[in-house]
């Protein structure tokens, strides 16, 4: 990990709505809100068909300590409870609301009370907040550390993928709930300094929370991080932000860190101050198809359909539309799909720009190795994946590949290598489970 540097791609920025704030998206229909936006359990639907509901209150929860409650993004009745398919293929229970356009808040929102960090913790699993940047880790499991683990807080503003703004926007447009919310989680959680790490292509934030910080002679440091993907990814972000190296199978913690995106730190200072649940989230609009490219702040549960209307519609036929940014995002064939809590673009692309490179045979010239991040060997992965051999991929630490595209993204002979490794984790996931369930039977 200490090469990243050395690592990585550069592709375009293309962030074309960096001067455009967010735009709020209120009159929709209907919001189709999934059971399951995150790492870990499902939660059970709380209201039945015929409920009225309001924003903000609990339409879903369990009691498993990996999840996060659901909450209504908008006022209305609720009218379906049904299984739909999310866009990375996932099947999960969903609460249909017919909205009555008056976005009512719920009674029972109020200003969260807490006297001890496990009180705190209660607060963040009542706000439902996961991780904003697309992860979907549950927030009130990743800040429950030991005590003494952790000395600093990595906050990620990076936002290395091309097209999408929406941290960019959330560091200029609400720069105090930025810094309110790294204060209030180094306060409580008795973390000792705080590191923002921002790309620097993007100037303007960089400056709106420096000007802030000074303002308040806070010791939080910004971090200008070179323009390279995945800057953003979480253990290349530690590396680069603060000097620390995360042991390969080990967690941010190990390194003494805990991250959080900027958006979900906002959001935090937000809902401590007002109790008000995660229930918008804010998806960049944009790719060649797109009519008017703009950032958009979508209740969770909108349609594809009603987010991309509110963009003016596509002005010319799609090829290929995608949730999330270009590297990393899934592709999906239509508009039925709803933006959940970790969605933070949607890109449509013209015919030329939806063009997939031609796929030819590997000329071994070793780049998809000398790019990833993790020090993998995609095209050996690939073979291995194509043959099924299980004890191969698992040798190659396919388990350990981050997914973020690179290898994929430089290769000149087109190969899909992301879409191997992914195949290929299966396998291994596969194998090690029979493995395990042998060992069982063996007693
Ligand atoms: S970049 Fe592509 S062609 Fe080059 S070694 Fe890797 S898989 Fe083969
Ligand atoms: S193997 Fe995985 S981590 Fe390495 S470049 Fe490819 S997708 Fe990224």
């Known amino acids: 990990m200490g090469i990243f540097n050395s690592r990585g791609v550069k592709p375009a920025h293309r962030k074309h709505t960096d001067n455009q704030k967010a735009v709020r998206l209120e009159n929709v229909a209907s919001v189709t809100i999934p059971m399951r936006q995150h790492i870990g359990a499902p939660c059970t639907p709380t209201v039945k068909v015929g409920d009225v509901v309001a924003v903000g209150q609990v339409i879903g929860d369990t009691?498993?300590?990996?999840?996060?409650?659901?909450?209504?993004?908008?006022?209305?009745?609720?009218?379906?409870?049904?299984?739909?398919?999310?866009?990375?293929?996932e099947k999960v229970s969903a609460v249909t609301i017919k909205s009555d356009g008056e976005m009512r808040l719920y009674e029972g929102v109020e200003k969260p009370q807490y006297n001890s960090v496990e009180e705190f913790l209660k607060c963040v699993r009542s706000s439902g907040l996961v991780g904003l940047g697309g992860a979907g880790f549950p927030t009130h499991v990743k800040l429950k550390v030991p005590q003494g683990k952790v000395?600093?807080?990595?906050?990620?503003?990076?936002?290395c993928e091309p097209y999408i703004t929406t941290d960019n926007r959330e560091c200029i447009d609400n720069t105090a709930d930025v810094i309110?919310?790294?204060e209030l989680v180094c306060k409580v959680l008795d973390i000792k300094s705080a590191v923002i790490g921002v790309e620097d292509n993007k100037p303007q934030a960089i400056n709106a929370l420096r000007t802030e910080i000074s303002n308040r002679k806070s010791n939080i440091v910004v971090k200008a991080l070179k323009s390279k993907y995945?800057?953003?990814?979480?253990?290349?972000?530690?590396?680069?932000?603060?000097?620390?190296?995360?042991?390969?199978?080990?967690l941010p913690m190990d390194a003494g860190c805990i991250v959080m995106n900027v958006a979900s730190v906002a959001f935090l200072a937000r809902y401590m101050r007002t109790g008000k649940p995660l229930v918008t989230r804010t998806v960049t609009v944009d790719?060649?198809?797109?009519?008017?490219?703009?950032?958009?702040?979508?209740?969770?549960?909108?349609?594809?359909q009603d987010v991309v209307n509110a963009a003016g519609g596509f002005v010319k036929e799609p090829k290929k539309i995608i949730l999330g940014g270009p590297m990393m995002g899934n592709s999906?064939?239509?508009?039925d799909y709803v933006i959940t809590k970790t969605n933070n673009a949607l890109l449509a692309f013209d015919e030329k720009d939806a063009k997939p490179k031609k796929e030819t045979a590997c000329i071994r010239c070793g780049r998809c190795v000398s790019v990833c991040p993790m020090k993998l060997m995609p095209a050996s992965l690939e073979k291995y994946q194509r043959c099924g051999d299980a004890e191969g991929l698992e040798n190659g630490a396919v388990l350990n590949c981050i997914e973020c595209g690179c290898c994929s993204f430089t290769c000149p002979?087109?190969?899909?290598?992301?879409?191997?490794?992914r195949l290929g984790k299966t396998i291994v996931r596969t194998a090690q489970a029979e493995r395990k369930k042998k060992e069982e039977a063996k007693g």
Do not use: Y
């Not at 300590?65 to 999310?86: N, W």
């Not at 198809?289 to 549960?301: D, E, H, S």
């Not at 999906?332 to 508009?335: A, E, F, R, T």
């Open 151 to 159: 000395d600093t807080l990595v906050i990620n503003a990076a936002e």
């Open 63 to 89: 009691e498993a300590f990996m999840s996060a409650p659901i909450h209504a993004s908008v006022s209305g009745t609720v009218s379906k409870i049904a299984e739909i398919r999310l866009a990375n293929g």
């Open 287 to 304: 790719g060649s198809a797109i009519a008017n490219p703009n950032n958009f702040r979508v209740p969770i549960g909108a349609f594809m």
């Open 413 to 421: 002979a087109g190969r899909q290598l992301v879409q191997s490794i």
């Open 180 to 182: 309110d919310g790294v």
């Open 230 to 250: 995945p800057q953003g990814a979480e253990k290349v972000l530690i590396h680069s932000a603060t000097g620390r190296v995360v042991p390969m199978g080990g």
């Open 332 to 335: 999906v064939s239509s508009l």
